[in-house]
């Protein structure tokens, strides 16, 4: 069975560029989630989606913004880099709409913003 | 606010001795904790839960402790060995998930041969 999949696994992006990360997830699975990991504030919840619907965000600004689509695989946006969002973003998917033991993360992207 | 302290962000344990990782939490509606591991270039890997009804849950060499009178859990890795070196992170929800996992900031654990 795969497991998750990200891509791009590396990225460079210049400052006011936006960037399209793309998630697959485990065959089966509904949900994905998006998190952030920078070195500083740990992994931070982005988004959750469940049937193509987002469920809840984090505390993120608007610039941040998802979508799934009908075969669960979900894609993150990112308008107007910014420094700061320079960092390892990765996504879990899981069978249903809770986070639990069965959540599984992909290997992230790496997104450097210069 | 950080509602999930890893005050550690790093330990060092020799190889064969216990390795005891910490976790705080300020949430009182947290319900049920889980930690992962994480090595460099990887995803975390989910490792072992426990739920808010129980105080411990146990699963080979790992066993994770909850005091849920002091905000405080902990993971217990018995014997240590060397590729349990990586970055493990303490997270809880509450209410079925539906907030994301809130991850602490991790603590690198370094296996000494």
């Known amino acids: 069975k795969a497991g998750v999949t990200q891509t791009p696994r590396y990225l460079i992006k210049t400052r006011g560029q936006q960037v399209t990360l793309s998630c697959s997830p485990i065959?089966?699975?509904?949900?994905v989630s998006w998190y952030q990991q920078t070195p500083g504030q740990g992994l931070q919840f982005l988004f959750e989606?469940?049937?193509?619907?987002?469920?809840n965000k984090g505390n993120f600004p608007g610039r941040f913004s998802g979508r799934q689509f009908s075969n669960s695989r979900s894609e993150m946006n990112v308008s107007t880099l910014e420094l700061g969002d320079s960092a390892l973003y990765l996504c879990?998917?899981?069978?249903?709409?809770?986070?639990?033991?069965?959540?599984?993360f992909g290997q992230g992207t790496r997104l450097t913003v210069v | 606010d950080q509602q999930v302290k890893q005050n550690s962000p790093s330990l060092s344990v020799q190889e064969g001795r216990i390795s005891i990782l910490n976790c705080d939490y300020t949430?009182?509606?947290?319900?049920?904790f889980l930690w992962y591991k994480k090595y460099p270039a990887e995803g975390p890997t989910f490792l072992i839960s426990?739920?808010?009804?129980?105080d411990k849950n146990e699963d080979g060499r790992f066993t994770v402790f909850l005091n849920k009178s002091a905000k405080h859990l902990s993971l217990h890795i018995v014997p240590s060995q060397p590729g349990d070196s990586a970055v493990y992170f303490c997270?809880?929800?509450?209410?079925?998930?539906?907030?994301?996992?809130?991850f602490g900031k991790g603590t690198h654990l370094i296996i000494q041969p």
């Open positions: 879990a998917s899981s069978h249903g709409r809770q986070v639990n033991t069965e959540a599984f």
């Open positions: 065959s089966g699975h509904r949900s």
């Open positions: 989606y469940f049937s193509e619907t987002q469920r």
């Open positions: 949430n009182s509606m947290f319900d049920y």
């Open positions: 426990i739920s808010s009804i129980k």
């Open positions: 997270a809880a929800y509450s209410g079925g998930g539906a907030d994301g996992l809130t």
